[in-house]
């Protein structure tokens, strides 16, 4: 509501503060002014500044991401699942808010992206760094795409830090074999540097959860197993799994609309690129333990 519809009938006490030294509270704490003149266009096409702003949107929610899955990873290791759950939760809407930032960019022409396309030089989203740690908290790991970031040492330190840490579902199975369920020790012991692979050890666990709605083995205080919790846990990570696949998925159909199989930005196999990337699962096993249920 604006201040004049306020101000209308009303006395002057029921007026919103105005008078601020400097900046406004709200700017200082969201910092609008510094957010909306990070957008420098390199054409004269009115349609990169859509495409600018989208992209720049995608790096802030791929950053809350990243804070939801490294608090529930740090809950996990504490053995707090409430906590872990409610980040996930949460992440699972902001995965939602983040997909449906595809949106603006998912009709583009070819020649609506050819007009601005050149501006973007060698920039491709392959590499963003934010964008990096998602996929490494998904377990989803090489060494080799730290190679793009070599000039930032920053970013570089950051990310190959997260490389040698465990994912995301480092720490779920973590808990489960603390829990006294039958993780194999080479699946708690691998080189937490290279991608995840599945197991189908992992994956009898998860069957027997969903099956029997409890699993075998007691925690270590002798107490049995919190089934409800780890049936929520488990449901929590197939919502999340799902977004990312949506997300893959929206990012392959709106580059084919874009550009169809030419070269990706940046040199990337573009369209055969993300082919392949939507055909992959994050936590495989939750998906496939399902046809044994």
């Excluded at 504490?78 to 009709?107: F, G, M, Q, T, Y």
């Excluded at 666990?205 to 919790?229: C, H, I, K």
């Excluded at 197939?238 to 030419?262: I, Q, S």
């Excluded at 082919?275 to 994050?282: G, L, P």
């Amino acid at each position: 509501m604006s201040h004049e519809t306020q101000g209308a009938g009303q006395g002057a006490e029921s007026a919103p503060h105005l008078d601020f030294q400097g900046t406004t509270p709200y700017e200082d704490y969201v910092r609008a002014d510094v957010l909306t003149h990070l957008q420098h266009p390199l054409s004269d096409d009115p349609g990169e500044m859509v495409f600018l702003v989208t992209t720049q949107v995608m790096e802030l929610w791929f950053t809350v991401v990243v804070h939801e899955w490294e608090t529930a990873a740090r809950a996990l290791r504490e053995d707090d699942i409430p906590v872990a759950v409610a980040a996930l939760k949460r992440s699972v809407a902001e995965l939602e808010a983040l997909n449906a930032s595809w949106r603006p960019l998912a009709r583009l022409t070819p020649a609506e992206f050819n007009s601005y396309r050149s501006a973007l030089g060698d920039g491709s989203g392959f590499q963003s760094a934010m964008y990096r740690r998602m996929e490494f908290l998904l377990g989803e790991k090489s060494a080799s795409m730290l190679v793009p970031h070599r000039g930032a040492p920053r970013v570089h330190a950051e990310l190959e830090k997260a490389l040698h840490e465990p994912s995301l579902y480092d720490e779920v199975l973590r808990l489960l074999a603390r829990r006294g369920l039958p993780v194999p020790a080479a699946v708690l012991d691998r080189d937490l540097a290279a991608r995840y692979e599945p197991s189908p050890e992992v994956e009898r666990v998860w069957s027997s959860l969903y099956a029997e709605q409890r699993l075998p083995g007691t925690s270590p205080s002798g107490d049995s197993a919190a089934p409800a919790e780890l049936l929520l846990l488990g449901e929590a990570l197939t919502d999340v799994g799902e977004l990312v696949w949506r997300w893959r998925n929206d990012h392959l159909v709106a580059t084919r609309r874009a550009m169809g199989a030419k070269t990706g930005t940046g040199g990337s196999a573009g369209v055969a690129w993300l082919e392949k990337r939507a055909a992959k699962s994050v936590f495989p096993e939750l998906w496939t333990a399902r046809s044994h249920v």
